[in-house]
């Protein structure tokens, strides 16, 4: 198969689950224009340095990720959207190799589709870290602490959102207190959730 990158083969070989499943969409997508990398551990495909789509497995699931897909048409309503707070990728999930057969032409049109989402320079609208609810466990630390509120601020936008999911994402008001003490030394610092 051309375009195989043999950085990215261990994924596949060493795959335990999913195994038949993730070398007919790694046949599939090497048969498009796109190049085979390896980002974040798992197989990236690219067209001309931009990232386009991603293979990955979960527990229940193997799944291809297309980064931009909130702006792919899904003309045929096979596109998931991981969470409510995924606001660029989705995703196509597979559980048998059938599944990918019987989806292939779909899925080499979504390629296409993409490929083109891309050459065309359509960006992605993000929601702003200001339109984002502030929890009231990390409201009530903002405004104790000028220091903290300018540190947080002074994050960029996409820190300052991966902070806010985080914090609100329990349903339990101490596991979010929790969390905001957790990182208030962090944001301080000028770091963001996953930096070190």
């Known amino acids: 198969m051309s375009g195989m990158n043999p950085k990215v083969d261990f994924y596949f070989s060493e795959a335990e689950k999913w195994r038949d499943e993730l070398a007919k969409l790694r046949t599939i997508v090497l048969d498009s224009p796109l190049t085979e990398e390896l980002k974040w551990g798992v197989p990236c495909y690219t067209f001309q340095k931009s990232n386009i789509l991603l293979i990955h497995v979960f527990k229940e699931y193997c799944a291809l990720l297309f980064v ?66 502030i929890p009231d466990e990390f409201l009530s630390k903002l405004e104790d602490n000028p220091d903290l509120e300018t540190a947080f601020y002074a994050l960029t936008p996409g820190r300052q959102r991966a902070y806010l999911l985080y914090f609100s994402a329990p349903k339990q008001s101490k596991t979010r207190e929790a969390r905001v003490e957790k990182f208030l030394l962090q944001i301080l610092s000028g770091k963001g959730l996953n930096d070190r």
């Open 68 to 133: 931009k897909g909130a702006l792919l048409k899904d003309t045929y309503g096979v596109l998931i959207q991981q969470t409510e707070n995924v606001q660029a990728a989705r995703q196509v999930r597979f559980t048998n190799v059938q599944e990918i057969v019987e989806l292939e032409p779909t899925l080499k049109a979504y390629i296409n589709e993409a490929i083109q989402v891309e050459v065309s320079g359509l960006k992605v609208n993000y929601k702003k870290a200001e339109e984002f609810s």
